[in-house]
């Protein structure tokens, strides 16, 4: 309903992160001609660094659109998606909240089965649609797939994708379950959980601070499910290229720090003994391959060295908040290790790995 009357309350506030480019008009014009039946608002979030005129032509093509600043521009280097959404949340009128990537094109009713969703249980904090390749439409999407899940070493993958095996949605994936994480550029979540859970961790910049999230959720109490009849589609690597040095350093850096920051310290004193084993493992697996990323996983190592004082400040952040122990936690892992069933014994899918 693009016509809302400003005095009642919007059910969906819909939060756009914006760096730059006019992928951002393109991702409006499918939100509003694909979002019926639901009174929602759209933020946008301005994080670029210089103006390219792109947030300009959306507006003028899109007057409703809310637009908050995440302090950055004349020539501020960019403060990251999770700035980018909080400062959208911080904002919101909605009951829920889509975070949503730019690079991603909503499919035709999309709303309704998140929200139908969320109200069949209040225990439900935040669920993911289905997501597709915008690349190519058949396939699942690299980041989000049919829903994130979690090995009990700290490692993701997800329903349809197992490190840089990517599937075919062939209808697989098309009951809803129970989810360890959603991705950010399409994750629905419940408002009211944040007074609890707290807003993303701005310190990861990017990648993983969803993760980081979804963990805080299910510390709260909360469940987090994959909802097959919404689809949106997705194109991966707009913003970071896939085969980038900074993607890969983002992501070793930041699953270091967020294991440091959610798990017990019982957990921590026997689980990163082995995983950082297995860091220093996957270096070496790695020179035989592209040098940026062996680099980028000792450079995201050293960084978690150094930083001390910077993990404890979040780790006691998140640990204040916790409801629940990490035994009931780890029944929502993978309980074998998702690196050793891919790599040495070829698992390529979920069934394959019998989760």
């Given at each position: 309903?693009?016509d809302?009357d400003?005095k009642?309350?919007p059910?969906?506030?819909?939060i756009?992160p914006h760096y730059?480019?006019?992928?951002?008009?393109?991702?409006l014009?499918?939100v509003?001609?694909?979002?019926s039946?639901?009174s929602?608002?759209v933020i946008?979030?301005?994080?670029?660094?210089?103006p390219?005129g792109?947030?300009?032509?959306?507006r003028?093509?899109?007057p409703?659109?809310?637009?908050v600043?995440?302090g950055?521009g004349?020539?501020?280097?960019?403060?990251?998606m999770g700035?980018?959404c909080?400062?959208?949340?911080a904002?919101?009128?909605?009951t829920?909240?889509m975070?949503?990537n730019s690079?991603?094109e909503?499919g035709?009713?999309?709303g309704?089965?998140?929200?139908a969703?969320?109200e069949?249980?209040?225990?439900?904090g935040?669920?993911?649609?289905k997501?597709?390749s915008?690349?190519?439409r058949?396939m699942?999407d690299?980041?989000g797939a049919?829903?994130?899940l979690m090995?009990r070493?700290g490692?993701?993958f997800?329903?349809?994708?197992i490190?840089e095996f990517?599937?075919e949605d062939?209808?697989?994936?098309?009951h809803?379950?129970?989810?360890?994480w959603?991705?950010?550029g399409?994750?629905f979540l419940?408002?009211?959980?944040l007074e609890q859970?707290?807003l993303?961790d701005?310190?990861f910049?990017?990648h993983?601070?969803?993760?980081d999230l979804?963990?805080?959720?299910?510390?709260?109490?909360?469940?987090?499910?994959?909802?097959?009849?919404s689809?949106?589609?997705h194109?991966n690597?707009f913003?970071?290229?896939a085969?980038?040095?900074?993607?890969?350093y983002?992501?070793h850096?930041n699953q270091?720090?967020?294991?440091l920051?959610n798990f017990s310290?019982?957990?921590?004193?026997y689980?990163?003994?082995i995983?950082?084993g297995?860091?220093l493992?996957?270096?070496?697996?790695?020179?035989k391959?592209n040098?940026k990323?062996?680099?980028a996983?000792i450079?995201?190592?050293?960084w978690v060295?150094?930083?001390?004082v910077?993990?404890?400040?979040?780790?006691?952040?998140?640990?204040?908040m916790r409801?629940?122990?990490?035994s009931?936690?780890?029944?929502?892992l993978?309980?074998?290790?998702?690196v050793?069933?891919h790599f040495i014994?070829g698992?390529?899918?979920l069934?394959?790995?019998?989760?």
């Amino acid at each position: 309903m693009r016509d809302m009357d400003e005095k009642n309350k919007p059910l969906v506030s819909i939060i756009i992160p914006h760096y730059l480019g006019d992928i951002l008009s393109e991702c409006l014009t499918f939100v509003y001609e694909r979002t019926s039946d639901i009174s929602f608002e759209v933020i946008v979030a301005d994080d670029q660094p210089y103006p390219d005129g792109s947030l300009a032509r959306a507006r003028e093509n899109f007057p409703e659109i809310r637009v908050v600043k995440t302090g950055g521009g004349n020539g501020a280097p960019s403060k990251g998606m999770g700035a980018g959404c909080n400062r959208g949340l911080a904002v919101a009128r909605g009951t829920y909240a889509m975070l949503l990537n730019s690079d991603v094109e909503v499919g035709e009713g999309w709303g309704p089965p998140l929200i139908a969703a969320m109200e069949s249980n209040p225990t439900i904090g935040a669920c993911q649609p289905k997501v597709r390749s915008l690349r190519d439409r058949e396939m699942f999407d690299y980041g989000g797939a049919a829903g994130g899940l979690m090995d009990r070493w700290g490692f993701t993958f997800c329903q349809g994708r197992i490190f840089e095996f990517v599937e075919e949605d062939v209808g697989q994936y098309d009951h809803p379950r129970d989810i360890f994480w959603a991705v950010g550029g399409a994750m629905f979540l419940r408002m009211a959980c944040l007074e609890q859970t707290g807003l993303m961790d701005e310190g990861f910049f990017m990648h993983m601070e969803e993760v980081d999230l979804c963990w805080r959720f299910h510390l709260a109490g909360y469940r987090l499910v994959y909802v097959p009849d919404s689809v949106l589609y997705h194109y991966n690597g707009f913003t970071l290229g896939a085969d980038s040095y900074k993607k890969a350093y983002f992501n070793h850096r930041n699953q270091l720090v967020m294991l440091l920051k959610n798990f017990s310290l019982s957990r921590l004193l026997y689980k990163m003994p082995i995983r950082m084993g297995m860091e220093l493992a996957n270096v070496l697996l790695l020179l035989k391959g592209n040098w940026k990323h062996p680099v980028a996983a000792i450079a995201g190592l050293l960084w978690v060295l150094l930083h001390p004082v910077n993990i404890l400040r979040r780790r006691r952040e998140t640990q204040r908040m916790r409801r629940v122990g990490d035994s009931e936690i780890e029944r929502k892992l993978f309980r074998g290790s998702v690196v050793y069933r891919h790599f040495i014994r070829g698992s390529k899918t979920l069934r394959d790995l019998g989760a």
